[in-house]
């Protein structure tokens, strides 16, 4: 009879600690974010200083655009520096710059009809 080995030790435990911290960290620091943004929305509505018409609606396509262009420029990158094929990185780089393409033409298109 072969007796019960279990696969899991204390150093893979331990391997695994640092990744869990660091997970516990991330979610922690956007806890904090989150809470202070809300105070800090609190504080300007008691003080009557809030204005939701200040808000930028476009700012989605610029942090979406920034996001899929790093993405597709760390795809293409490490594609280049491992010798293999390129894939979809340079897709979602295209789709990248034509979001950031649309965020400062409607700005610039927003900023002289204002004026």
Known sequence: MIPVQSSFGLGDA?????FVA?????????????????????????????????RDSRAWILGGGLLVLAIGLGSVVSALLSGGAVG?????????????????????AVGTTVT
């Open 88 to 108: 979809d990185g340079v897709t979602a780089v295209f789709v990248g710059l034509a979001a950031l393409a649309y965020y400062f033409y409607k700005r610039r």
């Open 14 to 18: 331990l391997f695994f600690a640092p």
């Open 22 to 54: 660091l997970a516990v960290v991330i979610f922690a620091f956007a806890g904090a974010v989150v809470y202070l943004e809300h105070r800090k929305e609190m504080a300007l509505i008691e003080r009557g200083h809030y204005d939701e018409g200040d």
